[in-house]
């Protein structure tokens, strides 16, 4: 509904594994964004693109590698896990990486690390 | 450091009572200040922001928010609340030539009817 999915919604993967996570905007927009939700913790912004080049990384560990090989398409490598890394991830996009422009979120994606 | 704080974690209402959801923010620069809404299950929405101009701005719904410079402050409200309101409730700031947000921890809006 608001021009941004994700895929998939919901993943259970052990410490081990090696996965990936998927965005797609629709919006024509220049600036994408990966966030971590955690239950009663504000959002942690995690990685933002614009016009596909990383603009910011807060300090996120190693064992999540964004890729962002187009202005539509943004991707969260993970591998590799901890268990406090089970969260909600929400990628977001916005017309460019100006403050004055709102953010549109994906549905994001349920992340359970066993 | 910069902050957003929403000072409260939860809000009870009546349907059809007026609501407040508050947020007071601490940040160095002119703010943009946002509110956000998050249904079960879902992303976030967005549902109104403030650049500049006039401290009172409308949104999505029939929310609207009043920019508040000296009490730093970006409450958001509704004249009339309704059970569909019911949700969590982010406001967030960002300043010039920053690609973060800050984000508050949320209120949670309970309209009962």
């Known amino acids: 509904e608001t021009g941004v999915t994700q895929t998939p919604r919901h993943l259970v993967m052990g410490m081990t594994n090696k996965k990936s996570l998927k965005c797609e905007q629709h919006?024509?927009?220049?600036?994408m964004y990966w966030y971590k939700q955690s239950a009663k913790k504000p959002l942690e912004l995690m990685f933002v693109?614009?016009?596909?080049?990383?603009?910011e990384n807060n300090s996120v560990p190693s064992r999540f590698s964004p890729e962002c090989p187009n202005s539509s398409h943004l991707f969260l490598h993970l591998h590799t896990l901890q268990p406090e890394d089970s969260a909600l991830y929400l990628c977001?996009?916005?017309?460019?990486?100006?403050?004055?422009?709102?953010?549109?979120f994906g549905p994001g994606t349920r992340l359970t690390v066993t | 450091a910069q902050s957003v704080a929403q000072p409260e974690d939860q809000v009870n209402v009546a349907e059809g009572n007026p609501l407040t959801v508050k947020c007071t923010y601490s940040v160095s620069g002119n703010p943009y200040l946002f509110w956000y809404v998050q249904y079960p299950n879902r992303g976030l929405q967005f549902l109104l922001k403030?650049?500049?101009?006039d401290n009172l701005v409308k949104g999505s719904y029939g929310f609207e928010a009043e920019f508040n410079k000296s009490q730093t402050s970006f409450h958001l409200k509704k004249p009339s609340a309704l059970v569909s309101d019911s949700a969590l409730y982010f406001c967030?700031?960002?300043?010039?030539?920053?690609?973060?947000?800050?984000w508050g921890a949320g209120t949670k809006l309970i309209i009962k009817p």
């Open positions: 967030a700031v960002r300043v010039y030539s920053n690609y973060q947000l800050i």
């Open positions: 919006l024509g927009h220049n600036a």
């Open positions: 693109y614009s016009l596909e080049e990383r603009v």
């Open positions: 403030y650049i500049t101009g």
């Open positions: 977001a996009s916005s017309q460019d990486g100006l403050a004055r422009h709102e953010q549109y």
